[in-house]
């Protein structure tokens, strides 16, 4: 579930172009909205469901026992319970600063509803008006959930060794409300007899394991989803002391938690743990809110040309009224397009922002955009070449060989008027102008081994752009 609530949205009719980190009214280009997950306090499982799993876990417990293959004799002293590392990381081959926020803590107020307190007296958690109380962590996916989701980007891991002791996969995984559907899901018993019950997970994700199997700390076993009742892809994250379910587990201390007397984590996160989930350029509006469950549309880019609109976005987790958020654009040279504050207005779990800026590209190589939040600070690197990618394929201009030692040729049908090499800060190198009777030839002989970018002008004032290497 979501709700917007965006700034007002002002076009700037008047940007003046080429100046280092000038003035700007930076709120009139400027989108920001919320993301608020599972709004209207959807529970995780019915209390039907919920029975038929303690049922499920108990008699597999039992099985095992007369297998003699249960790992963990529950009337053996076991020790201390486990230390927790967190349960879900970005998979390999993605590049967010962050996957993740929380939408709910456990609720230790018994009554209801909406009489809320978490485990640090807060009420960033829920209850409902039949009475049920929230008994787990809801760690939900974000920015571009489903899209995360689709790519497996954010995977479930054991937070603690322990034994599969009971498991589902095969149910439908896209859902948006409840809707009575049975989650898919993995539950683990610990070395103490704890067990920690892992939710929502995406269909067809579910580790291989069998019941009986045994999982360490850090292995994945599945990737986060919607299955069950459930409004958007998150992790259920549910512990209780033993298979008797007599006794639900906060993983986090607090001064309002008695259900445990110590932390369960290896390293406690903060209560807001406010840092930034990603710093993106896209080449239009991302489309973060269509309809659920819809793949969002990221519009992501990396390439501009210097006449392009660019939209500068930026996400955050956990964000607190009056903290400030530093934002800079940086040149190739290492100059400010822009560098300015912003202070947070609204305490949120999540929310973005972006601003959008065209015609204000003066030199092409390698740009930066950066944010920097609560001690951290992101930085997403972006080109800008005179053409865009999409320009430079239409025309059948060639340079070779590349890369180049002592000379660069350029074939092309058109007449050119000129070609000029820029380093990677947009410094110009070399700048040659042609004839009619010229060959299209330059000599780089002298120019240091690295990247440079070529650019070609013809007659008819066509441009088009090439990465050249210099051995």
Request: with cysteine.
């Amino acid at each position: 579930m979501k709700s917007i609530f965006p700034l007002p949205l002002l076009i700037c009719l008047v940007l003046f172009p080429f100046y280092t980190a000038k003035a700007q009214d930076f709120k009139s280009v400027m989108t920001s909205a919320e993301y608020v997950f599972n709004e209207n306090k959807i529970p995780c499982l019915t209390e039907a469901q919920r029975d038929a799993i303690k049922t499920e876990t108990q008699n597999n417990i039992e099985a095992l026992k007369r297998q003699n293959k249960l790992a963990f004799n529950e009337s053996n002293n076991r020790g201390s319970h486990p230390l927790f590392i967190w349960p879900i990381q970005q998979a390999a081959g993605f590049d967010y600063n962050n996957t993740w926020s929380i939408s709910g803590y456990v609720d230790h107020n018994s009554a209801y509803p909406n009489q809320l307190t978490d485990y640090n007296c807060g009420t960033r958690t829920y209850d409902s008006a039949n009475g049920y109380n929230h008994q787990g962590v809801d760690m939900y996916l974000w920015p571009f959930s489903w899209k995360q989701m689709d790519d497996n980007q954010t995977e479930i891991i054991a937070a603690a060794p322990g034994q599969i002791i009971a498991k589902g996969d095969g149910e439908f995984d896209r859902s948006c409300n409840f809707n009575n559907n049975v989650w898919n899901a993995v539950y683990v018993q610990h070395n103490d007899g704890s067990i920690a019950w892992y939710g929502h997970m995406k269909n067809g994700s579910v580790t291989t394991k069998n019941v009986g199997d045994m999982v360490d700390t850090g292995e994945v076993i599945g990737i986060v989803g919607s299955s069950g009742n459930s409004t958007g892809p998150h992790l259920h994250f549910e512990i209780y002391t033993n298979s008797s379910y007599t006794q639900l587990i906060d993983p986090f201390m607090g001064d309002c938690n008695d259900m445990n007397a110590t932390s369960w984590w290896q390293s406690q996160i903060p209560y807001n743990d406010s840092g930034i989930s990603a710093v993106l350029t896209h080449d239009n509006a991302p489309d973060i809110f269509p309809p659920c469950p819809t793949t969002e549309t990221p519009n992501t880019s990396d390439n501009f040309s210097t006449d392009d609109t660019i939209y500068f976005a930026a996400y955050f987790k956990d964000q607190v009224a009056g903290d400030i958020i530093h934002f800079s654009i940086i040149k190739p040279d290492n100059s400010f397009l822009y560098d300015w504050d912003l202070t947070v207005e609204t305490t949120a779990s999540s929310w973005y922002y972006y601003w959008y800026f065209s015609d204000m590209y003066d030199q092409i190589g390698e740009w930066k955009w950066q944010a920097t939040y609560a001690g951290e600070t992101v930085t997403h690197s972006f080109n800008i070449s005179t053409l865009s990618m999409e320009e430079e394929t239409i025309e059948s201009t060639r340079i070779y060989p590349n890369p180049a030692t002592h000379n660069v040729a350029i074939k092309t049908g058109k007449t050119l008027e000129s070609a000029t090499i820029y380093d990677v800060r947009g410094k110009i190198i070399k700048s040659v102008y042609f004839n009619e009777n010229s060959i299209y030839n330059l000599d780089i002989s002298n120019i240091s081994k690295g990247m440079y970018f070529l650019t070609v002008v013809s007659i008819e004032n066509e441009q088009e752009s090439f990465k050249l290497i210099k051995d």
